[in-house]
């Protein structure tokens, strides 16, 4: 069989049913082969958007995702998709082709050294110089991708690879992994002694916890030591925030109960999280008073932002379950105090944000969402204002889906995750919670989403200004704006018919719920711009570099410092 | 090779010596890495990680030495302990040479 006939069968060996991908000269035999084959494949409008959506499909049902570019060109525009997937640990495949091996190294057409552009950015990646190596590579790639912590992968496909046989042998072969991925729970006595001696316990979880989708196990864990969860960006949704314990998002646009309280406890239990300084603020103020447990799958992130942890490497769902077996026949204490506290200072921070204005606020978009959406609604964001008024008010409740990109920061992101993740639950409602500015980046993929019908819906929060920047630049850079302001275009409504899908206006926040139920009913993808206040605020936001003493409280946050508890714990030498 | 440098460029921790050959496996190579940098031992997580590397082992300083020195007198090779090639080298005053150090 033809090498290219072999990467197709390996991927339906893989399970694999959705390609996301653009064709191009280098890998013309591989899409021949793709033609005759059950794998669907998604023609997007830009490469980059390719690996947004397999990033975005892989985050929904937590197993890898297929993009596929053609060499140079396509290589390159790729980059930005997996690097935002290996920061988020996103499982996805990308393949990509390249010119044959005879002319590889002499600058031919479309030729550019994809195998060592990719190569800080993904987990680990192949040039295939055989067709015999196909399946090895192939399958060994799956296997790489999915083992340990989640990362991309990517596997560059010359020409004449595509095009030569593979003897059966090679396709028969069976694939066994060289390297044994290490647990170690040694210290996991240390660990338990720590949370039984703690006072105040906190328990943060961060992307770790949605990608092993324990969050039922960690809810057991808190309700056993009486402990508050409090989670990182990634780990927004990793366990439902109506739940009691649960106090949402900590870090530097996160609630002030969540930071308060992170700060306040003598004990951190830290869940596959790797203490980004978007989290923690400034690292050095960071867990000073407290005791830290930190647990990861990823062994070179025990220790690395933040010294001094007991460390438990392993899946969490495994160190949770050894956790929960540790301290069940151990009498622990109810810790009632501690909760009261939490108790108390949850319901100082807890701000009726139905904000009325003149212009609609965005907060306001954010309540109407957490009332209209439904209970299995998968929210994607950009990045920008917008993603940390969602980060901050959005409710992910029990069955809700909270996409984001956390690591990268990528601009343009939510909206091709969006379509990825209609494609791999189509009985969900996918929205994506937009800004002007990032949509502009990807908005190309109306024509994708419509084309292949898949109907996902788009909120852009319209300010006309790269709202994040414009905020810095108003608080640390004297109001000197420099190069944020996007002007009155495009028509986002006129864009958004052009493609054939349908879309809103709305300017006044009485149109909101019934353009937001209208989403829902749309038999294309739909579009609403909201034109919001310029000159809201995101606020409360931890300066950059700052720790979580200094936060900045918005004018309306009914926030007081905690102060309505007396007597924080007591440091630790 | 490249991917395990990379691991050190990006935590920018430089490296003195690399030292790299066949093994006993089939197949494998041997890498020893040498650096007086304080952030050196940190990095053996760091190089677990990358998928090609099947183990990694830190081994503290009692390193071997090795010096090629070229002077007016000649070209000649001083191997000892980490300590002694250096003090060699540095009574050799104005000859060109490299140092390598490793440890098994």
Redesign the interface.
Known sequence: MKGARAVVQMLEEQGVTVAFGHPGGACLPLYDELYASKIRHVLVRHEQNAAHMADGYARVLKRPGVCIATSGPGATNLVTGIATAYMDSSPIVAITGQVATSVMGNDAFQEVDAF?LM??IV??NWRIEKADDVPRVFREAFH?CTDGRFGPVHIDLPLDVQRDEVSDAAVKAKYAP??VRKKDLSRLLDAIKFIEEAEAPVILVGGGGRWSTSGAEILRLAEMIGAPVVTTLMGKGSVPEDHPLVLGPVGMHGKMVATHTLGAGDLIVALGTRFSDRSTGKLSEFGKQQRIVHVDI???E??KNVQHVVGLVGDLYTVVHALLAGLERRALSKRTPWLDRVGAWKRECACDFDYHGAKVLPQKIIWELNRHLPDDAILTTEVGRHQMWAEHFFDVRQGRTFITSGGLGTMGFGFPAAIGAKIAAPGRFVMDLAGDGSLQMTMKEFATARENGVNVAVLVMNDGYLGMVWQWQKMWYNERYSAVDLGRFPDFVKIAEAYGCEAVRVEREGDLPDAILASQEADVPFLIDVAIDPDELMLPIMPPGKSAKEVILGPRCIWKGGQSVASPIPARP | M??IT?VFT?KRISIDTILAGRCEKEGCARVLLASRDPGFP?MV??L?????V?DVEYIEDDAEGFALLRSAAGRRAVVGKAGEVDAKVASEDGASYVTAYGAL
């Open positions: 060592g190569m800080p987990k680990h790489v060289r390297k990823d062994s070179s025990v220790g | 490249q991917r990379a990006r940190k997580e760091h677990r990680r990358v998928h090609d099947l």
